[in-house]
């Protein structure tokens, strides 16, 4: 008995050390660092693929690319670099001693180590129980609970998430009435926005258990641990009885697939993902569990995610409005000692595109700076410093002037849009326009609601590029041909799909005459003058478009000055300044 112990402990400590330096060869070659030119490094930062810099003052730095890469390149060392960094919404790191690094190295090599200890000792299915413990999912135990009260603007996102809070309370009415209610709510708009905060006020309103998770925490592991780690998540859940899930960053699951994907680099993910619809579909009716997603990208999100009875409900949450960031600035002023003199609403209407984050973080840093600076109070002072360490991580330069730009550019843009519809139909309504951006477009976007028809007409689908054309009319028209901006890609794009449709599809142009272009297409017939008539038809309507704003040119100044002032405008707003 004694040896026999003794046989197995030596045998187990020669099979770590074997596993452990074999897995620390592992981690060099795969997780090795890869040297980068400076020149690929700028071209991933601009495609958005960098996730996280690490500045230091020695010759190179750290770059984490979002696919979890790691790499090394050139620090130029330039003024403005932290700054550009940052415009790209990359996390930026300020390191002076790399020492500190080495320990959680090594705890990860040896948690490696063990790792595939276990997994090669007892198969896949013990070693996946095995797993899935020590990667123990808790509910968070916030000693605070937080509510709706802790979530400022974004009052439609707040309603629809308020309504669930009824459900998850009382399950068993809605389930007596008949009424089937959305398992999943898909939160989805930019970083820092607050659909985390908002789903977990969503759990403390209901006073249930919340559970987090994140969908880039499943990309890199071991083989079926993302599907076990799912299963054990919704126990948990289950267990509790009534509970809020929450998966962030679900787009990292589940990506749309694209055929020509290599199949093995997704079929981890694959695997997690159909896991977790299986789970969602398991549940019954009246167990008051919710699950909340949430993503910065909709549209590549995997189209089976949004099917009924998985994540049917699509909650945007955008970035706040003027009003919305006078209200986050002021909760978060909430227990700081703010002086008296500063004015909050002066602070909200500069800081145009900031997330709830970004101004949280604001008010956080002015609060650092008026400690270090020993004052009583945070001032006026303390916040405009900290804008500018938050907005571009150097006092130098000036933004503030190149943003009043940018806000006024957009303005006469989505100005143009709202009015041209307004102008070319008198049934044409205009519920919102809007110079902060939203998920689904660039710059500003107009919402325009043509009435309910069964059919369109040739002059509803021209009136419809007009309206498409009329971002880029009123920026030629306010600020010169040689001034238009790129902002009106996807209007392009938008007219001339209608052009060639109106053409090529349902046989509207005379010119063309009535051959569908998908026929002769599919025939390999020469479709000749197609591309030739859709482009003069988009200059006739072009022209039309200038002429018609130029007639009402008082009406689009007097838009875009109250856009630029209230930054969003409603139906009543927008009817009443072109209807004056
Ligand atoms: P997301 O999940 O959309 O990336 P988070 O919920 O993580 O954003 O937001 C991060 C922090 O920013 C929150 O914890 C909160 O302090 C602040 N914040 C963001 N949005 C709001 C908001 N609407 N009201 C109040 N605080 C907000
Ligand atoms: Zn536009």
Known sequence: MQ???????????????VLLSASLFYMQTK??????????????????????????????????????????????RTDGFKEELLMYDVNVVEKTNSA??????????????????????????????????????????SNKRITFKDVAGNDEAKESLMDMVDFIKNPEIYNKFGARLPRGILLYGAPGTGKTLMAKAMAGEAEVPFYAVSGSDFVQ??????????????????????????????????????????????????????????????FKDNEGIIVVAATNRLDILDEALLRPGRFDRQVEVSLPDVNGRYEILKLHSRNKPVAKNVNLKKVALETIYFSGAKLENLMNES????????????????????????????????????????????????AGHALVAKLVAEDNRVTKVSIIPSTKGMGGFSL????????????????????????????????????????????????????????????????????????????????????????????????????????????????AK??????????????NIVYQ
Do not use: C, W
Not at 225 to 253: Q, T
Not at 562 to 575: G, P, T
């Open 31 to 76: 997780n090795k660092i890869e040297d980068m030119t400076y020149t690929l490094f700028l071209t991933h930062l601009q495609k958005g693929l960098v996730k996280e810099v690490e500045l230091s003052n020695g010759g190179k730095i750290k770059v984490k690319l979002t696919n979890g890469k790691l790499a090394i390149t050139d620090n130029p």
């Open 367 to 414: 609060a650092i700076i008026a400690v270090k600076e020993k004052s009583k109070e945070i001032t006026m002072d303390h916040i405009n410093k900290a804008y500018y360490s938050v907005l571009v991580g150097d006092e130098k330069k000036d933004r503030s002037s190149i943003k009043h730009i940018d806000r006024e550019i957009t303005a006469y843009h989505e």
């Open 221 to 282: 592991v071991y083989a079926g641990l993302g599907a076990s780690r799912i299963r054990e998540l919704f126990k948990k859940a289950k267990d509790a009885g009534k509970s809020v899930i929450f998966i962030d960053e679900i787009d990292s699951l589940g990506k749309k697939r694209k055929s020509g994907d290599n199949p093995s680099g997704s079929e981890e993910g694959d695997r997690t993902l159909n896991a977790l619809l299986t789970e969602m579909s398991g």
């Open 3 to 17: 040896i026999n112990k003794k046989l197995k402990l030596i045998l187990l400590i020669t099979i770590s050390i």
């Open 448 to 559: 325009n609601i043509p009435p309910d028809k069964m059919y369109q007409t040739k002059k509803d689908i021209l009136s419809s590029i007009m309206i498409s054309l009329g971002g880029r009319v009123a920026e030629e028209i306010i600020y010169g041909k040689e001034n238009i901006t790129t902002g009106a890609s996807s209007d392009l794009e938008k007219a001339t799909d209608m052009a060639l449709s109106m053409i090529g599809v349902f046989g509207m142009d005379e010119e063309v005459g009535l051959l569908s272009y998908n026929v002769l297409s599919s025939r390999n017939l020469n479709s000749g003058t197609l591309t030739d008539r859709a482009k003069e038809i988009l200059n006739n309507l072009y022209e039309d478009t200038i002429n018609l704003l130029n007639s009402n040119i008082n009406i689009l100044h007097s838009l």
């Open 562 to 575: 109250n856009l630029i002032d209230k930054e969003v405008l409603n139906e009543d707003e927008i009817n």
């Open 100 to 141: 500190s690094q080495a320990i959680p190295m090594i705890i990860l090599v040896s948690a490696m180590g063990f790792m595939v200890f276990y997994l090669n000792k007892n198969m896949s299915k013990q070693a996946e129980k095995e797993m899935a413990k020590m990667s123990e999912i808790d509910a968070e135990s």
